[in-house]
């Protein structure tokens, strides 16, 4: 059975430049995550979906993130415009709501 | 908001010595996890225990959510075991600093 499934799984862009990250979360959970990694500030929620509906983006950093899903198999988040302190390993994870997550392989984006 | 810490931040272990990690929170929870990072960056799920005790091989877990403490043991540890754990609360998780344990042959 697959896992959550991430893409690119390296990304290297330059400043200014937008990002789209994509995840597909395992298949009947029903709610997805997007966590953000950095030696600075370790691992941190950015945003979570239940059922497709954004239920609490507080973590995003600015309006330059943005995250979709459309469909209970697809979501996105997307830097626009990106800068170097963007640089990060970016989780997708998904779960039935409540319970255990289970985290994709994550993508480390580079901005230079 | 509510505070995760985890200790001791580094551990280096001889290949066959048992350790015990440590997660302290400092509100009430239902949701507890504890993940292992291996080396390549993987996040790799060990136990789901918001209370009561589990076994999988040489690893158990016991959390006391009265207490708001959990303790991951790792018995008979081997060069595999290496990697950062990390204990995570509630619905959003909310990681601790994680713990570093290094292996030793």
């Known amino acids: 059975d697959a896992g959550v499934i991430q893409s690119p799984r390296h990304e290297v862009t330059e400043m200014g430049q937008e990002v789209t990250l994509r995840c597909k979360p395992i298949?009947?959970?029903?709610?997805l995550f997007w966590y953000r990694q950095t030696m600075m500030r370790g691992l941190e929620l950015l945003i979570y979906?239940?059922?497709?509906?954004?239920?609490?983006d507080s973590g995003m950093p600015e309006d330059r993130f943005s995250a979709k899903m459309p469909n209970a198999s697809f979501s996105t988040l997307k830097i626009q415009p990106s800068e170097p302190r963007d640089s990060a390993v970016y989780f997708c994870?998904?779960?039935?709501?409540?319970?255990?997550?289970?985290f994709g392989p994550g993508t480390r984006l580079t901005v230079t | 908001g509510i505070q995760v810490e985890q200790s001791p931040p580094d551990l280096i272990l001889q290949e066959g010595a048992n350790s015990t990690l440590r997660c302290n929170f400092s509100?009430?929870?239902?949701?507890l996890q504890w993940f292992h990072q291996n080396p390549w960056g993987q996040l790799i799920n060990l136990f789901y225990?918001?209370?009561g005790t589990k076994q999988n091989g040489r690893l158990s877990a016991t959390t006391v959510a009265t207490e708001r403490y959990s303790l991951l043991y790792i018995s008979s540890s081997q060069t595999t075991d290496s990697g950062v754990y990390f204990c995570?609360?509630?619905?959003?998780?909310?990681f601790g600093q994680g713990t570093e344990l290094s292996v030793k042959p």
């Open positions: 994870a998904s779960s039935l709501v409540g319970i255990e997550q289970y």
């Open positions: 298949s009947g959970h029903n709610s």
């Open positions: 979906f239940n059922n497709n509906v954004p239920i609490d």
């Open positions: 509100d009430s929870v239902n949701n």
């Open positions: 225990i918001p209370s």
């Open positions: 995570a609360v509630r619905g959003k998780l909310i």
